[in-house]
């Protein structure tokens, strides 16, 4: 009963339609009869006929012509679904018969779809792909910031314990909070001890994630004091790494920072909370609680008011009990749990994305460009549609549905090569760019990506070749030659224009690389103050039971700096806290006589005396501090020159008292209220902040190691032979010294560099790349569009060279249509770089302003790839043969 109801239903529909449809094309079927009457009159007439003859004829040759038409217009109406598999079918035949067009069509197509799909999936997981947390949206982390120039700290993220328990206990926004501190400690399973990254946190920790542990069961916030000083949690990358995934370890005991521990589960891959490789729990209620990192969830619709909340709190507490922990002004702030962990990550993928899809709209034009020659080609064939009844749209769709299955493949081909490449690109992705929670995949929402990418593909394609195919007229199209006749004007504006579009997008995307690329030359190739070849650094594991004086510290620290000096090739050795030129503490300046309203930031570094000769740093007056000195823990500094210029303007700063006023801290174990004498000056050295990859040269202040013991030791040793050969050596020389002592981290200076370039390095490569497919696809552009143009010409070629024209002539002409083209597109390119590089370089400060150079180099380079994509047409099109151009005409 249902089937006779649906048919009924349809056949009704389809007749409502048809009539409809029948008046419209009855009245473009008039128009165009009406046309092809008159040029049937006019060509009789001209034959000699009389008017009313001319006109009878006409009438005849047109009575079959109209019976055609109608056939055909009866035929025309099948249903949507029959006419839609009807085009996707000519247009698959269609495409096989042209096969190098095609091939060539899906190739860039792909290339574009495929590169903005692997960028996307990038984008997409690290910039909005939510982590695997409980009401991730809600979970904030929390700071404090100096709202100040004057002294002071410029602000903290870790808090105190009591802290911690005042904002739980006294917030109004908050639903949960907790908190985590990370530091390395000795993990000994019984066979090898090793160093891992390990928290401490709050018993809450687990339960305030909301993940499910992989296997066994987490500590929770309802378990007993008694019960969480013996257990702890691993992490699924140590136990896949250093324990192959053995399924018995839970339950076993383990010496984990001097304490046996009891493994109680293990969570899964996409948990990395506080990236550590394990977790302890700590009491929060206990004396001598750790200093925590804090992660708070807000109430529904009070993300916006968590920061007043909990800065009211911190202000009540510095009210209290006012201490040095507390900038002079500041205010809490809450920043989104994403915003924390992706860092300046957000600039980078927003460059990449807007490249790729430059890269993308080349492609597009450079497609449209071959269905644009093809649309021409098959004027005659569009005509007769046009004459046979087909109507605009119906033209319109057979287009559309050869774009639509150039798509479908290049997309289809794009995402093959986006999965095939992602293991490729995860490895050139600095490991800043993921979290372990978000890894590079090829997920439903970059799938879908992708196929939108096909869908927009599909219109940009079909675009140039409907506009061509739809407004000329029908007598124009019916009595042009074969290559174009009477519309080959608009159609090589058309395709110049697509030309002139290709070369604009290109030297905009080779400008952007040419903006990387000089910054980046700058970044390497900066003059540090010392030579960082041949440098490497050690830093070893303390266990605080055994070293937590000041004097056992630096009895070690001698110890293995004599140890490292009698190696062989090991020409000096050093003592630092950090790693020279990326790693320096600061520390507001008090200088006596001297008050100031402003801060006096200056970065400091605790050494030891031969610091100086391993990087290179020579006294430009007085003289830098002894081993005697550093013995002693004399309060002597030495300063840079960059110091001395700046807080001791026209006078000399040998002899001076200065004043680090980090040091005063009471929790710091360092000296308090201790000024140093200046006795020597060396120059600057450079350094950075994470922040901003520009260099620059502050103050600089050097104090003896020995004053200070809360600073992690560092030691370093000037090599003359390859420091990684040496480095080996070091480390039997650490073993030696204590069978408690790990190796924490260690390395050259140079592999400490190169992966602090490892992020623009990336951000460099893909650009190039890119640059490159689309100087390629831009050349494969320009000979397409000069070659066609070319075969247009073949006839006035031909008339030219038989009156006798020089080869050499015709050469010039067709070259110089090139690089008109070329030079049009460069116009406009430089117009739009020139706004692009502005915003660039106010979001991106770190990035230069080109200089007129890259200009000039882009434009070179331009200009010489689209001389040689049409050099070859021109050089064919000056050696046509007037006879073979004229044969046929």
């Known amino acids: 009963m249902t089937m006779p109801i649906a048919s009924t239903i349809r056949s009704a529909l389809t007749r409502v339609s048809s009539l409809f449809r029948k008046d419209q094309l009855d009245r473009e079927l008039s128009a165009e009869l009406e046309s092809h009457l008159q040029l049937h009159i006019e060509d009789n007439l001209r034959a000699g006929m009389s008017p009313a003859e001319a006109r009878r004829i006409a009438l005849i040759k047109l009575g079959g ?71 991730f949206d809600r979970v904030l982390v929390i700071s404090i910031r100096g709202t100040t120039n004057v002294g002071g700290w410029k602000g903290r993220n870790f808090f105190s314990a009591s802290e911690l328990r005042s904002f739980r206990e006294q917030n109004r926004t908050l639903q949960d909070l907790c908190g985590f501190e990370n530091f390395s400690a000795p993990f000994d399973d019984g066979t090898f001890i090793r160093v891992f990254q390990i928290a401490r946190v709050t018993p809450n920790f687990f339960d305030f994630h909301g993940v499910e542990p992989l296997a066994g069961h987490t500590f929770s916030a309802n378990d007993q004091p008694q019960n969480l000083d013996s257990v702890f949690v691993m992490n699924f990358r140590l136990w896949h790494k250093e324990f192959l995934e053995e399924q018995g370890i839970i339950g076993r005991t383990f010496l984990l920072d001097g304490k046996p521990r009891t493994l109680i589960a293990i969570m899964p891959p996409q948990f990395d909370a506080g990236t550590s490789d394990a977790w302890i729990p700590v009491n929060w209620d206990a004396p001598g609680s750790p200093t925590f990192s804090i992660l708070a969830r807000a109430k529904p619709s009070m993300t916006h008011a968590v920061a007043a909340d909990l800065d009211a709190i911190a202000h009540q507490l510095q009210t209290k009990s006012p201490s040095e922990t507390y900038p002079a002004q500041f205010r809490i702030e809450a920043v989104s749990y994403r ?106 929402p970059v799938l879908f990506f992708s196929i939108g990418l096909a869908v927009v593909s599909t219109f940009l394609c079909s675009l140039a070749p409907t506009l061509h195919s739809i407004p000329l007229s029908l007598s124009l199209r019916l009595s042009s030659d074969a290559k174009g006749g009477h519309s080959a004007a608009p159609r090589a504006s058309l395709r110049s224009s697509l030309v002139v579009l290709q070369v604009a997008l290109s030297f905009v995307l080779m400008l952007c ?44 620290t001698r110890d293995l700096l004599e140890r490292i000096a009698t190696l062989p090739h090991v020409t000096s050795v050093a003592e630092s806290a950090l790693i020279p030129p990326l790693g320096w503490d600061w520390s507001d300046t008090i200088i006596p006589g001297r008050p100031h309203e402003e801060r006096w930031p200056t970065k400091y570094a605790v050494c030891s005396e031969g610091f100086f000769s391993t990087f290179q740093l020579t006294a430009l007056q ?64 450079k350094s950075r902040d994470d922040s901003d990859l520009s260099w620059e040269s502050p103050p600089q202040v050097y104090i003896p190691y020995s004053i200070q013991g809360f600073s992690h030791r560092l030691f370093f040793a000037k090599t003359s032979t390859d420091a990684h050969v040496v480095l080996q050596q070091v480390q039997r020389e650490l073993r030696k010294t204590s069978i408690d002592v790990g190796n924490w981290s260690s390395g050259t200076i140079e592999d400490n560099l190169g992966e602090a370039y490892r992020q623009p390095r990336f951000e460099l490569i893909v650009l190039i790349v890119f640059s490159a497919i689309a100087m390629l696809l831009t050349m494969v552009g320009v000979f397409a569009a000069v070659s066609y143009n070319v075969s247009l010409k073949i006839r006035e070629i031909g008339i030219r060279r038989a009156l006798g024209a020089p080869a050499a002539n015709i050469l010039r002409t067709v070259v110089s249509e090139a690089v008109g083209l070329t030079i049009l597109g460069l116009v406009l390119g430089i117009a739009g770089s020139a706004i692009l590089t502005r915003i660039l370089h106010n979001r991106v400060p770190q990035v230069s302003s080109p200089a007129s150079g890259v200009f000039a180099v882009i434009s070179v380079l331009l200009i010489t790839t689209t001389l040689l994509a049409g050099y070859f047409p021109a050089r064919r099109a000056s050696k046509v043969d007037p006879m073979v151009a004229l044969r046929y005409e």
Do not use: W
Request: aromatic residues 12%; charged residues 20%; positive net charge.
């Open 513 to 556: 690389s040419g903006v990387f690329l000089r910054s980046f030359l700058s970044l390497t190739r900066t003059d540090f103050g010392f030579d960082p070849k041949n440098i490497l650094y050690i830093r070893p594991y303390l266990p605080r039971p055994q070293f937590l004086s000041r004097e056992k510290q630096n009895a070690f």
């Open 339 to 444: 915003e924390a962990v992706r860092g300046n990550l957000k600039q980078a993928l927003f460059l990449l994305l807007g490249a790729v899809l430059l890269l993308l709209l080349i492609a597009c034009s450079n497609t449209g460009n071959l269905l644009l020659s093809q649309a021409a080609a098959r004027e005659r064939e569009i005509a007769m549609r046009y004459t046979l009844g087909a109507n605009r749209s119906r033209i319109a769709r057979k287009l559309f549905a050869e774009a639509s299955i150039l798509a479908g493949i290049a997309c289809l081909a794009g995402c093959s090569l986006a999965f095939l490449a992602t293991r490729t690109f995860t490895v050139l992705l600095p490991p800043q760019f993921f979290s372990k929670e978000n890894s590079l995949s090829m997920n439903l």
């Open 65 to 135: 012509l109209q019976q055609t038409k109608e056939s055909f217009r009866d035929s025309n109406h099948f249903s949507a679904l029959e006419n839609s598999l009807r085009d996707c079918s000519f247009a698959l035949r269609f495409l096989a018969k042209n096969r190098r067009v095609s091939l060539f069509a899906i190739v860039t197509l792909a290339l574009g779809i495929g590169s903005a799909t692997i960028v996307f999936g990038a984008f997409y997981n690290v910039l909005l792909k939510s982590f695997p947390y409980k009401d």
């Open 622 to 685: 007085g003289k830098t501090f002894s081993e005697s000195d550093v013995e002693a823990a004399r309060r002597v500094a030495v300063v840079n020159d960059i110091f001395a210029k700046t807080y001791f303007t026209g006078e000399s700063a040998i002899g001076k008292q200065i004043k680090l006023q980090v040091l005063d801290r009471s929790f710091l174990d360092a000296p308090h209220d201790a000024y140093f004498e200046i006795v020597g000056i060396v120059p600057a050295l």
